[in-house]
C-alpha cells in the first residue's frame, strides 16, 4: 500500500507564499510522485503543476512565475512553492503520484488534500 500526506496548506493574505509537502510512504519502491491538483468548491480538479522523473516540469496558464514544482526522489518527497497567491488560488490542494501493479497497470494514488486559503 502507499499512502501520500500533503502538509503546508493554510491561510494566507493575497500575495503572500505557502510551501506545500507531499511525503509517500509504504510499499514506495517504484513509486513516481508527480504532480498536484487542485479542486475548488464547485469545480473540477485541475492539474496545477507536473514534474517526470528526470526533473521535466509542466505548469497551468494561472500559476506559471507563481509556482514551482520539485521533488526530492530519495526522499520521495514532492513540493509546491506557491508565491504571489491570489484569492482565486483557494482551493484543496492534492498530489498525484503512480506505480506499476505485476501487470505493468498503472494504479494511481491521491493523498487526502490541504486546503490553501488565500483572502483579498
Known amino acids: 500500500q502507499v499512502q501520500l500526506v500533503e502538509s503546508g496548506g493554510g491561510l494566507v493574505q493575497a500575495g503572500g507564499s505557502l510551501r506545500l509537502s507531499c511525503a509517500a510512504s509504504g510499499s514506495i519502491f517504484s513509486i513516481n510522485i508527480k504532480g498536484w491538483y487542485r479542486q475548488a468548491p464547485g469545480k473540477q480538479r485541475e492539474l496545477v503543476a507536473g514534474?517526470?522523473?528526470?526533473?521535466?516540469?509542466n505548469y497551468a496558464d494561472s500559476v506559471k512565475g507563481r509556482f514551482t514544482i520539485s521533488r526530492d526522489n530519495a526522499k520521495k518527497t514532492m513540493y509546491l512553492q506557491m508565491n504571489s497567491l491570489k484569492p482565486e488560488d483557494t482551493a484543496v490542494y492534492y498530489c498525484n503520484a503512480e506505480d506499476l501493479d505485476l501487470r505493468s497497470r498503472y494504479r494511481q494514488y491521491w493523498g487526502q488534500g490541504t486546503q490553501v486559503t488565500v483572502s483579498s
Open positions: 514534474i517526470t522523473s528526470g526533473g521535466s516540469t
